[in-house]
């Protein structure tokens, strides 16, 4: 499997301010993806980084609040934008292989609003 | 609507012992199935997959079984070690997106 790192590991940010999350992996992938994991919770899927286009977004997401780039095949970002201390999360990306269905994570951003 | 769900959200099991969690899902069309370990501060890991042509695989100390009639997973750690100590979620893969499950938090008891 791939090797997955995030940056930052966690940061501490006050109410209407945005931070960028890194993500990026030691080989190319077709897939990456970015979920929420509230506390104490499972995860949720944002959207799917889409290599060269707008990402893909779930239901109950949206762009203007989490703008996602993915400019390669080793790197996406994710943006919080204008935060609230209900965006305090887990912040994950994960890898896949198209038509494998198995995803890979990494160690996640641990966001806490203020 | 679709779900993938967990009956007991902990358990506790003695050193040694074995482990069964379980995991139900409704959506029948689902073929994939993925069994992740998390432990604390850390992004969930794989363990075992299966997929819904198959009713059981093992993996080193672990067994994911598929019964598709009733739409249930369940994921067997034998011999459990404190190292095994984590939260354990089934996921659902479809369309090359995962949906979790609400989890389970697995404590071992020395």
């Known amino acids: 499997s791939a090797v997955i790192s995030q940056k930052p590991s966690r940061d501490i940010c006050q109410r209407g301010t945005s931070l960028t999350i890194q993500c990026q992996v030691d080989?190319?992938?077709?897939?990456m993806f970015w979920y929420r994991q509230q506390p104490g919770q499972s995860l949720t899927l944002i959207a799917t980084?889409?290599?060269?286009?707008?990402?893909?977004?779930e239901s109950g997401f949206v762009i203007d609040k989490f703008p996602i780039s993915r400019p390669n095949l080793t790197f996406s970002t994710l943006t919080v934008s204008n935060m609230s201390p209900e965006d305090s999360s887990i912040y994950l990306c994960?890898?896949?292989?198209?038509?494998?269905?198995?995803?890979?994570f990494g160690p996640g951003t641990r966001l806490t609003v203020l | 609507g679709e779900s993938v769900g967990l009956h007991l959200p902990t358990l506790s099991v003695q050193e040694g012992d074995n482990s069964i969690i379980n995991c139900a899902y409704s959506?029948?069309?689902?073929?994939?199935f993925i069994w992740y370990k998390q432990e604390s501060g850390k992004g969930p890991q794989f363990i075992i997959d299966?997929?819904?042509?198959?009713d059981k695989r093992q993996g080193q100390r672990v067994t994911v079984l598929l019964n598709k009639t009733v739409k249930h997973l369940s994921l067997q750690i034998a011999a459990t070690q404190p190292g095994d100590s984590a939260v354990y979620f089934c996921?659902?893969?479809?369309?090359?997106?995962?949906?979790f499950g609400t989890g389970t938090r697995l404590t071992i008891i020395p």
């Open positions: 994960s890898v896949g292989v198209a038509g494998q269905g198995t995803q890979y």
């Open positions: 080989s190319q992938v077709t897939m």
């Open positions: 980084a889409n290599q060269g286009s707008e990402a893909t977004y």
């Open positions: 959506n029948s069309a689902s073929d994939y």
């Open positions: 299966i997929r819904s042509n198959m």
């Open positions: 996921a659902e893969s479809r369309n090359e997106k995962l949906t």
